[in-house]
Every structure is written in structure tokens, then in C-alpha cells.
């Protein structure tokens, strides 16, 4: 018996999704504001931690290098903050003004960016907590094996992904469905005549409150 919802056995062989242009649309920016949600929490606990550090009555104790940690680590979460905060603002600035798929490109890079500011945020206060507590040496390996598992599990691997989704596209004479970070999916199928998406497709954009 075959089981259902198997996962595809190719990378990229997924089939298209049976929805309009505007219900992509909505889709994708629903998509990419659930997943800012979840990183915003994360940055905001760090960031609460780190604006408390300096009353702390130990923080006078912390030579430079830990200090230079600091500052690092407070700069990071802080830009995060801005660069995850940033599409929610965005989109209450151009509300029901037709510019989701702008929207979308504008998301999606403003996530790898405070991607990048979140990990080497995350990478300078542990090397700053493990400087403090046991040394140097443990705070350079810390720091290393952070950082090393932020690249691999945030950006090596899902890359390494992508090239291998895109080359099997190619390769199968399909082309890339998303040839750049940032590019929106293709249009969709166009739904049957008489169905009750087409009247939804000819209606006009309009995004939710």
C-alpha cells in the first residue's frame, strides 16, 4: 500500500502548487513573516540579556578583549533586531499598495542579513560568558564551535541544498524555478475556466489588516 505524504524522492521534484498569483503571493509573505516571529523572540531575549550586562557589578571586572566581545555581541543583536523587525514595518508602511512581491525580495534579504548579525552575536557572547568563567583558550573554541555550527546549520547546508535542487532542474531540462536568493517563484498555473479561483484572480490585490 502506498503510504501518503511520502516526501519526493528527487531533490526539486515537488509538483506546482495549484494556486493564483495572488495566493502565492500571500502564501510566501505569510511564510516569511512566521518564520521572522520565531527569530525576533530569540534576538529579543539576547538582546535583553546583553542590555543588562554593564550594570551587572562583575562587568567592571571584564578586561578589553571581553569587553571588545561585548560591544560585538551588543552591535549584532542589535542589528538583527533592526533587520528582522524591518519587513513588519514595511508592510504596515505600504499596506493594500499592491507591493507584496517587493515585499517578499525586500524579506527575504533582510532575514539572511540578520541571520549573519544574530550568529556572530550569538558567536561573541558565548565566547564572552566562557571568557569570563574559564579562559581564554576555552573562549576561543567556544566562540569557533558556535560560529561553526551557526555556518553549517544556517547557510552552508541549506545552500548546499539549493545547488543541488537547481542542478537537478537543469539537468532535467526544467530550468531554475529561483535563480537568485531573493527571486520570487514563477507565476502559477493559471486555474480551470469556471472555477471559483479564476474570479479570485482577476480580482485585485489585497492585503490582509
Known sequence: ???????????????????????????????LLQGFRVAVTGVQVLFA???????AVGFRDVDDGGRALY???????????????????QHR?????????????????????????????ITAA???????????????VGGAVIAALCAWAWFVQPLLSR?????????????SRDGGLGAAEPPARAPAEGSGAASRATAPERDDP
Open 1 to 31: 500500500m502506498r503510504c501518503m505524504g511520502r516526501m519526493p524522492s528527487a531533490p526539486g521534484d515537488e509538483k506546482p502548487r495549484n494556486e493564483t498569483e495572488h495566493e502565492r503571493l500571500d502564501r510566501q509573505l505569510m511564510e
Open 49 to 55: 540579556f546583553l542590555l543588562t550586562v554593564p550594570f
Open 71 to 89: 560591544y560585538v555581541a551588543l552591535l549584532g543583536a542589535a542589528l538583527a533586531s533592526i533587520c528582522f523587525i524591518a519587513p513588519v514595518t
Open 93 to 121: 508602511i505600504l499596506f493594500r499598495l499592491g507591493q507584496k512581491s517587493l515585499l517578499i525580495r525586500r524579506a527575504n534579504r533582510f532575514g539572511i542579513c540578520g541571520a549573519v548579525a544574530l550568529a556572530v552575536s
Open 126 to 140: 558565548t565566547a564572552l560568558i566562557m571568557e569570563t568563567l574559564l579562559s581564554d583558550a576555552a573562549a576561543a
Open 163 to 175: 545547488r543541488a535542487v537547481l542542478a537537478a532542474r537543469n539537468g532535467s531540462g526544467g530550468g
